[in-house]
């Protein structure tokens, strides 16, 4: 093979891969790839109203007013629901505060009223308001705690079902030496 083959096998193949390189950069120029701007698929939103799944279920039952439910709860199992606060709270008489204030004889008692214990702000506002736990108060403040008094410093979810609550309600007014008067 003399250098003139050899110059004419190299010249090929150098012209071959420009024209690869070539057609490289010219197809990407074409069909520019898009990088994607968000990872994940775009989910429909139904959140709007209109129903979908998603949607807020219509209208929750209504609930029973307080009064109505505690007249069949029974103290027992609200004893027993009440092991759920038991982490925070003590139920037994002079009591001491932990985490959250003793319950005896919160039911009619004044708010924020425990000797010693250091309430949130919150609470304090309400208590200077002369605000007491009445029946209706302890049902609203033990389902949605953050929900009745925003800023509380009670970490506590919330009993959802009402007739827990009145359960729960039901025990703690048995936690005095007189239980204040049931709803009429
Ligand atoms: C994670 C701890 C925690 C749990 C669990 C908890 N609480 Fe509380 N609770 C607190 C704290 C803290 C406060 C004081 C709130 C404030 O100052 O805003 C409080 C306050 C209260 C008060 C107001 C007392 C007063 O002296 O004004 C009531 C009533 C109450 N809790 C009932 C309950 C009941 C009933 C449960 C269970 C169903 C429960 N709590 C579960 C921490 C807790």
Not at 61 to 88: Q, W
Not at 151 to 176: C, H, K, Q, W
């Amino acid at each position: 093979m003399d250098s003139n083959e050899v110059n004419k096998i190299a010249g090929a193949i150098l012209g071959t891969l420009t024209l690869a390189m070539g057609i490289g950069f010219f197809s990407s120029a074409l069909v520019a790839p898009k990088a994607m701007q968000k990872a994940g698929y775009e989910l429909p939103d139904n959140t709007a109203a209109g129903g979908g799944q998603g949607a807020a279920p219509a209208a929750a039952a209504a609930e029973e007013p307080i009064a109505k439910r505690l007249a069949s709860a029974d103290v027992g199992k609200g004893e027993a629901a009440a092991k759920k606060c038991a982490s925070c709270h003590q139920f037994v008489k002079d009591g001491k505060n932990g985490q959250g204030p003793a319950l005896w004889g919160v039911v009619a008692n004044a708010k924020g009223a425990k000797a010693g214990f250091n309430y949130s702000a919150a609470l304090k506002e309400r208590a200077g308001k002369g605000e007491k736990w009445d029946y209706e108060a302890l049902d609203a403040f033990i389902k949605n705690p953050k929900g009745y008094i925003s800023g509380t410093s009670m970490g506590f979810a919330g009993v959802a079902r009402p007739d827990e609550r009145a359960n729960i309600i039901a025990y703690l007014r048995s936690l005095a030496d007189q239980p204040a008067p049931l709803p009429q």
